[in-house]
């Protein structure tokens, strides 16, 4: 893919995606109005592949079990022809069965016991899960991510913050957000204010660099200009 020439659009109808501007128009009619992100699957649940997901099938009860939702998961990898791994087709979901616990964490900690030979019933019981998870040595085991509210291990916070699709589109989509409320605008917006609408228009302008915010995210770049008022 070459490199847009024209700076994108913000899409005005609520998906938070950026488009080529010419591609405003025709996108309305195939617009959800809603990010993609939320028909995310929710952090209850977890995917698993490989060994893990055998492990999943061998160890834990089918009530706890789905089978993959295939174009669900396609959302979580929005780009453009990209192809589900099979490990992924061929894996297993795991659902916690307490609210509050996400997926991976139950799944870590009822893995554990079996494996340990402790009863699995402590892990579906809300009171005993706690008392469960810390008789593992896997209390404090995870974190939780501020951005879209998954556990993750200390270590591997960053590089999920840096590489997960939904959390990346998460937070670059509320820093476009916030801009927003403050007054920032996408050159689309501003066509008729004499904001540059091209990369080369721009960078040739130096006085707009600093009415101008960039936010990068993964699958385009989004310039917004601070409003003259
Ligand atoms: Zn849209
Ligand atoms: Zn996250």
Known sequence: MT????????????????????AVIPHADRCRGVPWTESRRPVTEVLLANEDADDARALLPSSV??????????????????????????????????????????????????????SIEAAFCPERFDALERSLGLEGRFVR???????????????H?????????????????????FGYRDPFSLRHDGVPITWTELSSRAHWRNRTHIVRFRLWTAVLYRSAK
């Open 161 to 181: 913050q840096r590489s997960n699709s939904v959390c990346r589109f998460l937070s670059d989509a509320a820093e476009v957000r916030t801009l927003w409320e």
């Open 65 to 118: 079990l789905v089978k993959p939702n295939i174009s669900g998961d396609r959302l979580l990898n929005p780009r453009p022809g990209m192809r589900l791994h099979d490990s992924a087709v061929q894996g297993i979901v795991v659902r916690s069965p307490l609210d509050g616990i996400t997926g991976r964490r139950w799944w870590t900690v009822a893995r554990a016991a079996v494996t340990e030979g402790s």
């Open 3 to 22: 490199k847009c020439e024209y700076l994108t659009a913000r899409c005005p109808y609520g998906c938070e995606v950026w488009l080529h501007p010419k």
């Open 145 to 159: 991510c501020e951005v879209c509210g998954d556990d993750m291990t200390a270590r591997g916070l960053r590089g």
